[in-house]
Nanobody, 117 residues
Framework: QVQLVESGGGLVQAGGSLRLSCAAS????????MGWYRQAPGKQRELVAT???????NYRDFVKGRFTISRDNAKNTLYLQMNSLKPEDTGVYYC?????WGKGDYWGQGTQVTVSS
């Protein structure tokens, strides 16, 4: 099993920055892809960005050029650097881990990000 704990959310003005962290523990060596998702009030959860074990990244168009996903395997931590934040970036941000060999996936409890206009 894997436990994921997010931190770093908060309230920020439009144009500001936040850095989210996700600390992983447990069977971390079996983690393949990690990612960040978000869910705005009244909307479905959506993918923001992913990163593979070797660092290959993928971003949704609406965050390209503003957000950067990174992964420190030595510290077992996933990051999301968010710059030029917009009010529409508001939501609960979730850390996600996909295990090797179809062994399932795990979610963190989420961290709230609120961007004021």
């Amino acid at each position: 099993q894997v436990q994921l704990v997010e931190s770093g959310g908060g309230l920020v003005q439009a144009g500001g920055s936040l850095r989210l962290s996700c600390a992983a523990s447990g069977s971390i060596y079996s983690i393949n892809v990690m990612g960040w998702y978000r869910q705005a009030p009244g909307k479905q959860r959506e993918l923001v960005a992913t990163i593979g074990r070797r660092g290959l990244t993928n971003y949704r168009d609406f965050v390209k050029g503003r957000f950067t996903i990174s992964r420190d395997n030595a510290k077992n931590t996933l990051y999301l650097q968010m710059n030029s934040l917009k009010p529409e970036d508001t939501g609960v941000y979730y850390c996600h881990a996909v295990m090797d060999w179809g062994k399932g996936d795990y979610w963190g409890q989420g961290t709230q990000v609120t961007v004021s206009s």
